[in-house]
């Protein structure tokens, strides 16, 4: 079977930091572009950055900019979404995708193929 699994969400106080792992099951994360998404009840699933398999190149939207950074493990199943700095606004269930070749500033969900059950991320005091 063909599936994502999403691991080290958790708590953590505003300030702090977590990484995320994003892990594939049956195919290579090498051969797609890869995004993570976080979505709050109520919203619509956003895109929090993106890992361009054409180019190599990511994206991540001014609210996590500088905060936030993408990376890919060399064995091609893994990818990692470390965050620092992390905000209250923070909070939300995060979800990797792995999908079609789109252009990552406008990565979107209806591009992914492949998705995980998401990791639930709360900041709080």
């Known amino acids: 079977q063909l599936h994502l699994v999403e691991s080290g969400g958790g708590l953590v106080q505003p300030g702090g930091s977590l990484r995320l792992s994003c892990v594939s099951s049956?195919?290579?994360?090498?051969?797609?572009?890869v995004a993570w998404f976080r979505q709050v009840p109520g919203k619509e699933r956003e895109v929090v950055s993106c890992?361009?398999?054409?180019?190599?190149?990511?994206y991540y939207p001014e609210s996590v900019e500088g905060r936030f950074t993408v990376s890919r493990d060399n064995d091609g199943k893994t990818v990692y979404l470390q965050m620092n700095e992390m905000r209250p606004e923070d909070t939300a269930v995060y979800h990797c995708?792995?999908?079609?070749?789109?252009?990552?500033?406008?990565?979107?969900?209806?591009?992914?193929?492949?998705w995980g059950k998401g990791a639930q991320v709360t900041v709080s005091s």
């Open positions: 995708g792995a999908g079609r070749d789109y252009p990552c500033s406008k990565y979107r969900v209806e591009a992914v193929y492949y």
């Open positions: 049956g195919f290579s994360l090498g051969l797609y572009t």
């Open positions: 890992s361009s398999v054409s180019d190599g190149s990511t």
